[in-house]
Nanobody, 116 residues
Framework: QVQLVESGGGLVQPGGSLRLSCVASININSFDAMGWYRQAPGKERELVLTASGMTRTYADSVKGRFTISRDSAKNTVYLQMNNLKLEDTAVYFC???????????WGQGTQVTVSS
């Protein structure tokens, strides 16, 4: 069973930075894509930033502020979030996908709160 465990969330002031981590229970090179989604209270889960090979897919709201990286030796994917805004407050979920067969795995989420 594949497990994804996120960490790094917390309370940060507007303009601040956080780095989220997602550790997978298997070699992350097994996945065709990995990325991050978020869900704010009362809203649907939305894509933040995903990576598949060299392709990056960003939500417009995070372009220029968020980046994704990986450390295959640690089976870890990171989300670096800079210049955080109040509207970035949400639970952030790590996602890993295999295209064939079509499989999608989720972490349990980590809370990010941006508040002054």
């Amino acid at each position: 069973q594949v497990q994804l465990v996120e960490s790094g969330g917390g309370l940060v002031q507007p303009g601040g930075s956080l780095r989220l981590s997602c550790v997978a229970s298997i070699n992350i090179n097994s996945f065709d894509a990995m990325g991050w989604y978020r869900q704010a209270p009362g809203k649907e889960r939305e894509l933040v930033l995903t990576a598949s090979g060299m392709t990056r897919t960003y939500a417009d709201s995070v372009k220029g502020r968020f980046t994704i990286s990986r450390d295959s030796a640690k089976n870890t994917v990171y989300l670096q979030m800079n210049n955080l805004k109040l509207e970035d407050t949400a639970v952030y979920f790590c996602n890993a996908r295999v295209y064939n067969p079509n499989l999608s795995y989720w972490g349990q989420g980590t809370q990010v709160t941006v508040s002054s």
